[in-house]
């Protein structure tokens, strides 16, 4: 299997995870043109950052925190996570791992424009076979990536064997699903977003599912991490919060993302939510996105933390 995500939410989108244009699910390579979606992923991965910057400083100034030398980025996507990481942790060389190898590129562009291509490396690798890979380390994080792995307490037992002593595993899984617009827009039947929603959720049923070893668990992680001999160190909500009315990548996020649900989803929606979605996404219609002054982005990522003792 190949894992790749952009750090987003599986609420977040319909291609998968992270999503989050936010999310990827599992796709081969063949699906995307990596060279239009890896921008577009990086830039939705910097709307989020003021949540994943928030996270790594809460994981730094835990008691608790390890010295962190190196990190896995896991499911690493663009890079934008892996060029965060390497920045509040000055003293780490940090590896992206992904199973796509333009994304990977991506990675290492991004972080040779930042001044960090001597501690940013990435690594190619399918998880979870290819765990054994990555080498040992102080920090794993796994944003939106345990659930592609079918196996997931598996794959966490997996990542835990690669802690050293006093590491520390961030999952990013769960949290809520975006919210981007009220709920009665003025036209349509109210609550468009949520029956995306659902069908989203639907989706990622499906996908997991498909997963090769998939094994349903139930996902009260604290409990998964004390069953892979790991010690719970808290879980926390991160929020992004942009108020409408909203311009430039962030208007463009959300343009993008009701673009791929109106694509991945029309099939499942009734008639009058693919007008309602096609009215939405028409640049010439005033009450459209690009035109409406009530169009925000409110989203939150919950991590959750595990330690080696």
């Known amino acids: 299997m190949t894992t790749h995500t952009d750090h987003g939410s599986h609420h977040a989108g319909t291609h998968g995870h992270h999503d989050r244009a936010t999310h990827s699910h599992r796709h081969d390579d063949t699906?995307?043109?990596?060279?239009v979606m890896g921008p577009l992923l990086?830039?939705?991965?910097?709307?989020?950052?003021?949540?994943?910057?928030?996270?790594?400083?809460?994981?730094?100034?835990?008691?608790?925190?390890?010295r962190v030398r190196r990190v896995l980025d896991i499911g690493s996507g663009p890079g934008v996570i892996a060029?965060?990481?390497?920045?509040?942790?000055?003293?780490a060389e940090v590896v992206a791992v992904d199973g796509t190898p333009a994304l990977l590129e991506h990675t290492r562009a991004r972080a040779d424009r930042l001044g960090l291509g001597d501690r940013v490396r990435t690594l190619h690798a399918a998880l979870p076979d290819e765990l054994a890979k990555?080498?040992?380390?102080?920090?794993?994080?796994?944003?939106?990536?345990?659930?592609?792995m079918g196996d997931q307490r598996a794959a966490l037992a997996g990542f835990a064997g690669l802690l050293r002593p006093g590491g520390t595993v961030a999952?990013?899984?769960?949290?809520?699903?975006?919210?981007?617009?009220?709920?009665?827009?003025?036209?349509?039947?109210?609550?468009?977003e949520a029956r995306l929603d659902a069908l989203t959720a639907e989706r990622f049923e499906e996908m997991r599912a498909a997963l090769p070893g998939a094994t349903r668990e139930t996902e009260?992680?604290?409990?998964?991490?004390?069953?892979?001999?790991?010690?719970?160190?808290g879980t926390r909500s991160f929020l992004?919060?942009?108020?409408?009315?909203?311009?430039?990548?962030?208007?463009?996020?959300?343009?993008?993302?009701?673009?791929?649900?109106?694509?991945?989803?029309?099939?499942?929606?009734?008639?009058?939510d693919v007008a309602a979605l096609d009215r939405l996404l028409?640049?010439?219609?005033?009450?459209?996105?690009?035109?409406?002054?009530?169009?925000?982005?409110?989203?939150?990522?919950?991590?959750?933390?595990?330690?080696?003792?």
Do not use: K, M
């Not at 009260?220 to 160190?233: C, I, K, N, R």
């Open 240 to 272: 992004l919060d942009l108020p409408a009315p909203l311009s430039g990548p962030a208007l463009g996020h959300v343009v993008a993302e009701f673009t791929r649900r109106r694509e991945a989803l029309a099939d499942q929606l009734a008639a009058d």
């Open 134 to 148: 990555l080498g040992e380390a102080d920090l794993i994080w796994a944003g939106n990536a345990l659930h592609h």
């Open 83 to 91: 060029c965060l990481l390497a920045e509040e942790f000055p003293q």
């Open 171 to 192: 999952l990013v899984e769960g949290g809520l699903p975006p919210r981007q617009l009220p709920r009665d827009i003025g036209f349509g039947r109210p609550g468009l």
């Open 42 to 66: 990086e830039q939705n991965g910097e709307l989020s950052t003021p949540q994943y910057t928030a996270a790594a400083r809460w994981i730094a100034g835990l008691p608790t925190a390890p």
């Open 282 to 309: 028409d640049p010439e219609d005033p009450a459209g996105l690009h035109h409406r002054p009530d169009v925000f982005l409110l989203t939150a990522r919950t991590v959750h933390l595990g330690r080696r003792a």
């Open 220 to 233: 009260d992680w604290s409990a998964l991490f004390a069953a892979v001999g790991l010690a719970p160190q």
């Open 31 to 35: 699906e995307f043109d990596w060279d």
